[in-house]
């Protein structure tokens, strides 16, 4: 995205109705008319918001905390456990 600050949160603010944070998952609502005038479609002036809901899951390292996205598309990391053993044997 780019333009100066001021468009961007234009652009946002139009676009965005609701942000919704929960710790199972993320619901963000999308105001209709504003995603198509961004987009340059036609809308329909009684067009109820778009809710996408996207399911994350909290993990805490230490004293942080991130929120991971599931993604279904991911695939799943396989890991060589003899890499790990020699990294931790150098950090001994």
């Not at 333009?3 to 603010?13: A, D, T, V, Y």
């Not at 905390?65 to 150098?90: E, G, V, Y």
């Given at each position: ?45 009684d067009a109820s918001p ?43």
């Amino acid at each position: 995205m780019e333009g100066k600050p001021k468009e961007k949160r234009h652009i946002l603010q139009s676009i965005i109705h609701r942000i919704e944070l929960a710790p199972t998952s993320i619901k963000l609502k999308l105001e209709t008319r504003g995603l198509a005038q961004v987009l340059d479609l036609p809308f329909a002036d009684d067009a109820s918001p778009i809710t996408i809901d996207v399911p994350v899951r909290l993990q805490r390292r230490g004293v942080e905390t991130k929120m991971i996205i599931h993604s279904p598309n991911a695939t799943t990391r396989n890991f060589d456990a003899d890499l790990c053993r020699l990294i931790a044997q150098a950090h001994r």
